[in-house]
T-cell receptor, first 114, second 114 residues
Framework: DVKVTQSSRYLVKRTGEKVFLECVQD?????MFWYRQDPGLGLRLIYFSYDVKMKEKGDIPEGYSVSREKKERFSLILESASTNQTSMYLCASKLRVLETDTQYFGPGTRLTVL | DQQVKQNSPSLSVQEGRISILNCDYTNSMFDYFLWYKKYPAEGPTFLISISSIKDKNEDGRFTVFLNKSAKHLSLHIVPSQPGDSAVYFC?????????????FGQGTILTVHP
């Protein structure tokens, strides 16, 4: 069974802190994605990775960076957290680049920045 | 610039009746469309998809209709069940975009009353 896990379900951080969100998939998928979900805005793509050490910016990369040192793990980094980064963060993975391949999502991390 | 729009934030339906969720898009390059369903505290899960070469795709109680000329798609759920209560996101992708990147709508909260 397909599984995408995220390291924390809830996180509370202070403004200016460095924050790491971890995502692990056990399906040997090549492609991994980070989204944030906000009311009225849907899911917006922050970054994605198509291979180890490879990454591309999504639609809203400002204030974020990513790391993919191993195929199964994709980390989202907030270098200096700000209150406008309070959101639900969702990780996803898919096997290949084909449009018809399904993206599988993790349960999400609810991040609050105070 | 919201390329995929779900203009109804919420929909309330009686159990056993039909639920119709709507989605409009502006990018004529989109050729593959998906619906995802999201329960609270869970990640989105894939529900049904449709390619632009079709105008209808059916899977059990779920049917997606695509009207390319109107740039409109809809999801029909018949009959609706209380367990269908969730947030529904439509998403779209265009050929040749980075690694099958999806563009999501804002989501529609469906509530099915017993």
């Amino acid at each position: 069974d397909v599984k995408v896990t995220q390291s924390s379900r809830y996180l509370v951080k202070r403004t200016g802190e460095k924050v790491f969100l971890e995502c692990v998939q056990d399906m040997d998928h090549e492609n991994m994605f980070w989204y944030r979900q906000d009311p009225g805005l849907g899911l917006r793509l922050i970054y994605f990775s198509y291979d180890v050490k490879m990454k591309e910016k999504g639609d809203i990369p400002e204030g974020y960076s990513v790391s993919r040192e191993k195929k199964e793990r994709f980390s989202l980094i907030l270098e200096s957290a700000s209150t406008n980064q309070t959101s639900m963060y969702l990780c996803a993975s898919k096997l290949r680049v084909l449009e018809t391949d399904t993206q599988y999502f993790g349960p999400g991390t609810r991040l609050t920045v105070l | 610039d919201q390329q995929v729009k779900q203009n109804s934030p919420s929909l309330s339906v009686q159990e056993g009746r039909i639920s119709i969720l709507n989605c409009d898009y502006t990018n004529s390059m989109f050729d593959y469309f998906l619906w995802y369903k999201k329960y609270p505290a869970e990640g989105p899960t894939f529900l049904i998809s449709i390619s632009s070469i079709k105008d209808k795709n059916e899977d059990g109680r779920f049917t997606v209709f695509l009207n390319k000329s109107a740039k409109h798609l809809s999801l029909h759920i018949v009959p609706s069940q209380p367990g269908d209560s969730a947030v529904y996101f439509c998403a779209a992708s265009a050929p040749g975009t980075s690694y099958g990147k999806l563009t999501f709508g804002q989501g529609t909260i469906l509530t099915v009353h017993p």
